[in-house]
């Protein structure tokens, strides 16, 4: 099973809501990702979480909020975003095991938009 | 500053025929590559990869070649077939499991 999965694929949400992105594997991997992604570039790395803690945050405003509750979940609470915020945020893990690089097995994504 | 760059935004190759992705990077630390494809609305799918160890790996249609003196790498695929069509990203990092660094892809149009 190389699947990620994520929930939920399409979110309309007004400035003031407050909503969560989730995203789930069972692959074992330990190290999982959060991504953003704008039409016709790459995806833009946002966080990185290894072993269930917070190892990069690359600069991202506090209105979002990543979480790892365990090793298979990782949620992306959202609050008081702007219009600009809007695009496809992708998830993706990978093996994590330091000292080793692993392909990173991205989600289908959750396409947001804020209004 | 971009440190991996894929200069063709766009490719058209007839079904059948060779298509050539090209990737080019600045930063010497980079030593494992990764190709991703993307369709419209879903995520990024892992294609094939090359540790700086090789200059050649190959994956059914798919074969990725990497030359390290001209920080260049290229995915080739062969036949190409309609079902290719779509954006291509190339992709880099550095031992320790760094997150990856992507180009801004090439998007690949296969005409029947």
């Known amino acids: 099973d190389t699947e990620v999965t994520q929930t939920p694929k399409h979110l309309v949400m007004g400035m003031t809501n407050k909503k969560s992105l989730k995203c789930e594997q069972h692959m074992g991997h330990r190290a999982m990702y959060w991504y953003k992604q704008k039409a016709k570039k790459p995806p833009e790395l946002m966080f990185v979480?290894?072993?269930?803690?917070?190892?990069i945050n690359e600069s991202v405003p506090s209105r979002f909020s990543p979480e790892c509750p365990n090793s298979s979940l990782l949620n992306l609470h959202l609050h008081a975003l702007q219009p600009e915020d809007s695009a496809l945020y992708l998830c993706a893990s990978s093996h994590g095991l330091a000292g080793l690089v692993y392909e990173q097995y991205f989600g289908p994504g959750t396409r947001l938009t804020v209004t | 500053d971009q440190q991996v760059k894929q200069n063709s935004p766009s490719l058209s190759v007839q079904e059948g025929r060779i298509s050539i992705l090209n990737c080019d990077y600045t930063n010497s630390m980079f030593d494992y590559f990764l190709w991703y494809k993307k369709y419209p609305a879903e995520g990024p799918t892992f294609l094939i990869s090359i540790s700086s160890i090789k200059d050649k790996n190959e994956d059914g249609r798919f074969t990725v070649f990497l030359n390290k003196s001209a920080k260049h790498l290229s995915l080739h695929i062969v036949p190409s077939q309609p079902g290719d069509s779509a954006v291509y990203f190339c992709?880099?990092?550095?031992?320790?499991?760094?997150?990856?660094?992507f180009g801004k892809g090439t998007r690949l149009s296969v005409i029947a």
């Open positions: 979480y290894s072993y269930e803690k917070l190892s």
């Open positions: 992709a880099a990092s550095y031992s320790g499991n760094t997150p990856l660094v």
